[in-house]
């Protein structure tokens, strides 16, 4: 079974840190802070893993709240294997 996800990297750990307390306090979106994969290249070692179905959602928000992040990546789980490819 394959799964989507999307995946926020940050320039710094600030940024990851303001940007899941702000998406956490919306009750519609669910993320986690994780990790930044050792496939991706990011300025911190922290990222926001969210549904990617709420992508358009959560870039208006951070746009609103003037919130910045480095790149979204989408990564696709199937079985154990995870791949990621940096999003339009």
């Known amino acids: 079974m ?7 990297t940050f320039s710094t ?4 840190i303001a940007t899941n307390e ?11 802070i994780i990790s930044t994969p050792g496939k991706i290249s990011a300025g911190c070692g922290m990222s926001v893993r969210f549904n990617y179905s709420d992508k358009d959602a959560i870039l208006k928000l ?4 003037d919130l910045h992040f480095q790149n979204i990546y989408v990564g696709t789980r199937v079985g ?3 791949t990621y490819e940096l999003d339009d």
């Open 62 to 65: 951070l746009t609103d709240e």
């Open 80 to 82: 154990v294997r995870i």
């Open 13 to 16: 750990t600030h940024q990851a």
């Open 2 to 8: 394959e799964t989507k996800f999307g995946l926020l």
């Open 22 to 32: 702000l998406l956490k306090s919306k009750q519609e979106f669910e993320t986690s």
